[in-house]
């Protein structure tokens, strides 16, 4: 899968907690929208920090919900060999 956006996505991964517990389409969805820099339901601080580190080497970090409520997380590694799909229990 390719998505286009503000920066690579490296290797993408998702937990097997993850897998089974998240609705596929929301999951596709939600990294549209983190490789687009929007970055779901931060907190301002992380908010402030994802765009200060889209063109730096910093991690990025976005929070979701899928269509049943649950949260999860992408995290996009510093060196942006990898973004990976997770469930805050899986950290």
Known sequence: MKLNGKFAL???VI????LENLNPTDVYDSLQRHVSGDWGDVCDEDMVENDFALDKTLRLFSVYHDRNKKKFWIITEADR?????????DY
Do not use: D, F, K
């Open 81 to 89: 060999s990898a973004t990976t799909v997770l469930l805050p229990e």
């Open 15 to 18: 937990t097997p907690n993850a």
């Open 10 to 12: 490296g290797r993408m």
